[in-house]
């Protein structure tokens, strides 16, 4: 959401009470670490899956019910004692906001101009935005169930932070204490504790929990097994047969019938997860100035073909204060992380103001997640994930936006509309967030689909091994915490000792690509296509902004696989072809009355026999909405056709009459 944030910038559940004494001392007996490894100087690959089953027996949890629980949160990985983006630590999410989230301001927007529209004045962030806000002085329940957990364990939260085996126990706890404060028996059957675990998912909302509740359910019924951040093995058989206790869904459906506001009505979010509405003001003010976004009626032939992932860079309740400011910017949705509640703020048929392209703007959906760019260490929950994946398929359907990186777009592949705005355009979500994971859970994963042959190769590094070297996470210069990453770094010649490649547009004074995490002028990430330009034992090298960039890819760990698809390149005898930020209709096509958007050229060009992986065919296109009274507002068409094409981290677009567009090879 916030891009292009200075490199020093870092970015449910209730308090269940518990008085019984022995309970909380014999945990302080029970072995949190598992029995010494058979071999010395090899640690246990199954700690984690046996401090389940004893954390379950201790507390009468059933083990499937504990193991989906923490599957939703966390995918059972320990991130090593760092908390997520809502404060949440271990393999359990227990929550201490207090502790986790005394950050430094949660963003800062500048100069940056999140409507990109240059037929009106710019809109700037008020003086004052960009202020830390104190945390309240009671935080909700949902941000503090690490200090219940130590409570009813006796345990220190020192250790349920950074100890898995503590952590998971403390779960177990919470989970047996929302099972007793439901007036419910510790039973052995998993379909009883469904109004538990929604309790555990989101008390201070019946809606998160029941959807939180549903979709840990699902993970049981398929089952799922992995090896965590740690190198624990960890397996939760499916059961393909369990559904929750009617009479408990009928219970928690007539609660969060009555959460939901009358304002709730109409809004556009799947059946299968928690959705609000808390929506953006169209308010006029001032100088003849109004906020913040435009009413569009979009016409059926008007479409809407890309949808935008933004991190917040700030939390849940400043995200939704700011969205509720008729000065700021705005987006359509908003995912919290801590149980992947939606709301929404613009409805579809709008345009919100996020993406700091018009053009893109005015054919897109915005969704934010609670997040931090610049800090690799908060981790994105699963429940977070799995939400915002349910909403995209669910807009995909509606709007019938293809599900590929090609119009699931980050905010950081989003081009600058012009020379001079490249440089400001954000980049958020950033090289942490896991696109690999999301289109799995879009039901679209990567894969080869074409042998070597193909002329295009997808990006596609092993996450978790990934780890490149970033700079700038908590002061310019200083060394990232090593950690999973979508993005591979991209190099002049075949060898990590070449230089990066160039951004001419990022850096116009000519300076180098660097590592830096804002820093995305040499950077491909998981899921773009690019056209293949050659190999050299381990390294593969793609067209990239008019230039050959290389990138380790070895056989044995490779970092793409092999693609095909269409490819344009410049029309024979054209020696290069300009490339730019957005796809507007000729002058001809502008009624009077409607100032012409000029088209220029971005600094980048394609040179006679380069090749691009294409993304779509488009027809020019121009929304003229300069006042509050929506009469006034026109959609432009032309005759120019465009092709959108993956340029080099961010989209570009071509002219048709530039371009031959051909399949590639098989």
Wanted: charged share 20%; proline share 8%; aromatic share 8%.
């Amino acid at each position: 959401m916030r891009g292009s944030a200075p490199e020093d910038q870092r970015t449910h559940r209730p308090a269940l009470r518990r008085s019984t004494t022995a309970v909380a001392a014999a945990v302080l007996l029970l072995p949190l670490t598992g029995a010494p490894s058979a071999s010395a100087g090899q640690p246990r690959t199954d700690a984690l899956q046996r401090a389940f089953t004893k954390a379950a027996a201790r507390f009468h949890v059933p083990r499937s019910v504990l193991l989906g629980v923490s599957y939703l949160e966390s995918r059972w990985d320990g991130h090593g004692g760092a908390p997520s983006v809502s404060g949440g630590y271990g393999p359990m999410h227990l929550t201490d906001a207090r502790t986790a989230l005394a950050r430094a301001p949660e963003f800062s927007e500048g100069d940056a101009d999140a409507r990109g529209d240059a037929s009106r004045a710019r809109k700037r962030v008020p003086e004052g935005l960009a202020q830390q806000p104190a945390l309240p002085a009671e935080l909700p329940a949902r941000l503090r169930t690490l200090p219940a957990a130590a409570r009813l364990t006796g345990l220190p939260a020192e250790r349920l932070r950074t100890d898995p085996a503590a952590n998971v126990l403390g779960g177990a706890a919470l989970l047996a204490a929302a099972q007793r404060g439901l007036g419910l028996a510790a039973e052995d059957d998993p379909a009883r504790w469904y109004a538990a675990v929604a309790r555990y998912g989101g008390q201070d909302d019946p809606r998160g929990g029941k959807a939180f509740a549903d979709e840990v359910f699902s993970v049981i019924r398929q089952g799922q097994a992995r090896t965590t951040d740690a190198g624990q093995r960890v397996r939760l058989p499916a059961a393909p047969g369990l559904i929750p206790d009617a009479g408990q869904q009928k219970r928690l459906g007539a609660a969060t019938r009555a959460s939901a506001s009358g304002g709730d009505r109409g809004l556009e979010c799947p059946w299968n997860v928690a959705c609000e509405s808390v929506p953006a003001p169209y308010e006029e003010f001032g100088d003849h100035d109004y906020g913040n976004h435009d009413k569009a009626d979009r016409p059926a032939d008007q479409k809407v073909d890309t949808i935008v992932i933004h991190d917040t860079e700030g939390s849940w309740d400043v995200t939704l204060k700011l969205i509720k400011d008729p000065k700021y910017v705005s987006w359509n949705y908003t995912v919290r992380s801590s149980d992947g509640l939606i709301a929404q703020h613009v409805p579809g048929k709008d345009v919100a103001w996020h993406a700091g392209n018009w053009y893109v703007n005015s054919h897109s959906i915005g969704i934010e997640h609670e997040g931090f760019l610049a800090a690799p260490d908060a981790w994105y929950t699963e429940a977070m994930y799995r939400s915002s994946a349910r909403l995209v398929k669910y807009l995909s359907r509606k709007y019938d936006v293809p599900l590929n990186r090609q119009h699931i777009l980050g905010h950081d592949n989003v081009p600058g509309t012009t020379t001079s705005t490249i440089p400001g355009m954000h980049t958020d979500p950033g090289p942490y967030w896991d696109w690999a994971h999301y289109f799995e859970l879009l039901g679209k994963p990567f894969h080869a689909t074409a042998g070597k042959h193909g002329g295009l190769v997808t990006i596609l590094p092993d996450y978790d091994r990934n780890r490149p070297r970033y700079t700038g996470c908590e002061k310019p210069g200083d060394s990232c915490a090593p950690h999973g990453s979508a993005a591979v770094r991209l190099h002049t010649a075949p060898s990590e000792s070449a230089p990066l490649v160039k951004d001419v547009g990022l850096h116009q004074d000519g300076s180098d690509s660097t590592e830096g995490v804002n820093d995305t002028g040499a950077r491909a990430t998981t899921g773009q296509r690019f056209a293949l330009a050659g190999r050299d034992g381990d390294w593969t090298a793609i067209w990239y902004l008019g230039q050959v960039a290389w990138f380790r890819n070895p056989h044995g760990a490779p970092t793409a696989v092999n693609a095909k698809g269409l490819i344009a390149t410049p029309k024979s005898g054209r020696e290069e072809i300009p490339v730019y930020g957005r796809a507007y209709p000729e002058k001809a096509a502008y009624p009077a009355g409607v100032p012409y958007q000029s088209v220029s050229p971005l600094p980048y060009t394609i040179g006679a026999g380069q090749r691009y992986a294409v993304g779509g065919r488009v027809t020019g296109e121009y929304f003229y909405a300069p006042t509050f009274d929506v009469s006034k507002h026109t959609i432009v068409r032309g005759e120019d056709v465009y092709y959108e094409i993956q340029l080099g981290h961010r989209v570009g677009y071509v002219r048709a009459a530039d371009v031959d567009v051909r399949r590639s090879a098989s």
